[in-house]
């Protein structure tokens, strides 16, 4: 984890992060308690040796909590318990994602209404039990991870797609009903970020190269590039930012 900027203002923060664990989840764990913020966060696997690992590193301990997000009423209590260890949760970050591929034809209700749990429903949930805390506490920011996947129009997975896509929306409906009360929402987008789970499962130097072909900014994306945008979104640095999908993925796909 490198640091490219220090955001003051998350010192003290009370943090949650979906997914906080594993993956990109366990960079923006890290990256946030490098700028002094107090993260809980959830995973469906065990992360006691993660989080013994951010106690050595950073000397506080994260809060960790084993929860799989499609069982909401066990992501609430989660989000309840973190509010009472570091104060009313103001940063929420809905990291957590499957992106299994499936075929159309393949798709019965049981995987679709799974992937719609993991991918969708549990986002929005996770906003409306944050929502109190943060009204209280007089605003916050949410940060809705999507995909530039639904963006391309990328076959090979449309139930995950479908709920990116939905993402947006929620986002959008979330920000203009909350934004009174100082809280915002926006979504980020990413690219292919090549996380050890990418490379095991879809990197292939061919698949690398024609990707990067579509990128304007030739480097590959990695996932400190994700922690510096959470880190933006978090912090008072983009106080007048709602309601927005910030892309970040190297210049595949334009907005606007």
């Not at 700028?35 to 301990?61: I, N, P, Y």
């Not at 509010?83 to 990291?95: E, S």
């Not at 983009?238 to 210049?251: K, Y």
């Amino acid at each position: 984890m490198t640091q490219t900027a220090t955001f003051h203002d998350l010192a003290g923060k009370s943090v949650f992060v979906t997914g906080g664990g594993a993956g990109i989840g366990a960079h923006l764990t890290d990256g946030l308690m490098a700028q002094g913020a107090k993260v809980a966060f959830v995973q469906r696997s065990d992360a006691t040796e993660f989080a013994d690992q951010m106690e050595q590193k950073h000397g506080e301990r994260p809060l960790f909590m084993q929860c799989d997000v499609t069982d909401i009423e066990r992501l609430k209590t989660c989000i309840t318990d973190a509010g009472r260890a570091h104060g009313p949760v103001t940063v929420l970050v809905n990291n957590a994602a499957n992106d299994q591929r499936h075929a159309t034809e393949e798709v019965d209700e049981e995987f679709w209404d799974w992937s719609q749990a993991v991918n969708l429903k549990a986002y929005f949930f996770a906003c409306q039990a944050v929502i109190e805390g943060m009204r209280a506490a007089g605003g916050g920011s949410i940060i809705n991870f999507t995909s530039i996947s639904y963006m391309m129009g990328n076959a090979g997975y449309p139930a995950y797609t479908t709920a990116n896509s939905g993402i947006n929306g929620m986002t959008r409906s979330l920000a203009r009903e909350f934004g009174a009360d100082k809280i915002r929402v926006n979504a980020l987008a990413p690219g292919w970020v090549l996380t050890d789970k990418q490379k095991e499962m879809w990197v292939t130097p061919e698949a690398l190269k024609a990707h990067l072909e579509r990128q304007c900014l030739k480097d590959t994306l990695d996932p400190q590039d994700m922690v510096d945008a959470v880190l933006f979104l978090a912090s008072n640095t983009s106080r007048m930012m709602t309601g927005q999908a910030l892309v970040v993925d190297g210049g595949v796909v334009t907005t606007g």
